[in-house]
């Protein structure tokens, strides 16, 4: 367990111990305690009943499930000083997210992305006090840290907001990413796909839904906290609703983010489906024009081939075989050449690269865009 104390407005950062924490929450100045209890435990490694907690690297035993330590250990919000009973979630590993409000007290889990990964944070903020609680060490925890000395929030609220705003944007500028990434695969598959364009499109659905996952249920609860306690007290200052105001609109900016490359990698996944469409047609049309052309031949040649008496006493002279051996052959080859050539889309089936494929398509969208217009006016 890595515990820091920040205090503020300095920024000034203190390595110490629960004990020296909870000597500094429990006095009136502003500090924020940051707690690192190392790595989550795996789903695995949780303790049988009535055994002793797998251990994480560091040395320090693993917390059981609900944030409750491990038989002997005093729970983290008793280390803390906290009495309020409704806290003892505070470190639990696995934590859902939740939003909780007691006696000037809020505190939440916050869903974080952490590069690749999602991590859930512990928030505990009162008037003068903000507690942080993590496994393992995240990027937006140090680089918010690290800011302090310059942002020199003036309270503790304000510091949470910071805070959360720093997660907020870290979801929204991952699906702004992603989205961008989706609409440059999208349109290089119209020029020449290949297939890492189509094994990076499914990655890109699978983060999509990670972030969905991860933020939606943060966005539910947060607008429903929000809203109660702007109903529930009407004597908020201006300047905590304006926070919470600017809370709300970039909870709905991060979820149109996401629902916005989720959109995005469905349509280009239904465009990657259209070209494959488009492609096997293609196939089989080619087929068919090769059956049209040499079907007829087929026939004929089966046919003049039979060893019949009437047939070879017909063909017993050279103009007979050329007449009708030759010429008939002939007279069906331009036949079947006359309707590829000009009774099917031969001007269509001749080409098939992707070029022809993309403007296929481009027309395709042009003309219900107009039949749309159409009927719309």
Known sequence: MIVSVVSMPEGVVTRTDLAGARGRLAASDFVIVDIDLGEEPEPGGEPEPGG???????????????????????????????????????????????????EGTV?????????????????LASEQHLVMVHHGPVEVIETFVGRLPQDRPADAAATVFLLLHGALEGFRRAASQA???????????????????????????RRAAQLHRAFRPYAAVAQEFLARRGLADREIPEERRALHRLHESTVRLVVLEIESLRDETRRA?????????????????????VSVIFLPLSFLTGFFGMNFGFMSTLMASEKAFLALGL?????????AMY?????THWRQL????????????RRRLLRAGRRADGEGS
């Not at 505190?107 to 928030?123: A, E, W």
């Not at 598959?189 to 890109?204: G, H, K, N, S, T």
Request: hydrophobic letters at 40%.
């Open 52 to 102: 002793e907690p797998a251990p994480v690297p560091g040395g320090e035993p693993a917390p059981v499930p609900g944030g409750e330590s491990a038989p002997g250990e005093e729970p983290l919000f008793r280390g803390l000083g906290l009495d309020d009973e409704s806290w003892k979630w505070l470190g639990g590993p696995r934590e859902p997210v939740r939003v909780e409000y007691r």
């Open 269 to 289: 996944a239904d465009s990657y489906a259209s070209l494959v469409a488009d492609r096997q047609n293609l196939v089989i049309n080619r087929l068919a024009i």
């Open 350 to 361: 001749r080409g098939g690269g992707p070029d022809d494929t993309a403007g296929r398509r």
């Open 179 to 205: 989205l961008l990434e989706v609409e440059d695969i999208e349109e290089a598959m119209f020029e020449q796909w290949e297939p890492r364009d189509v094994q990076r499109l499914a990655q890109l659905r």
């Open 339 to 343: 309707f590829v050539l000009y009774r």
């Open 327 to 335: 010429g008939l052959q002939l007279c069906a080859l331009v036949v």
């Open 107 to 123: 505190g939440c889990v916050v869903p974080v992305l952490d590069g690749s990964r999602v991590v859930h944070v512990h928030l």
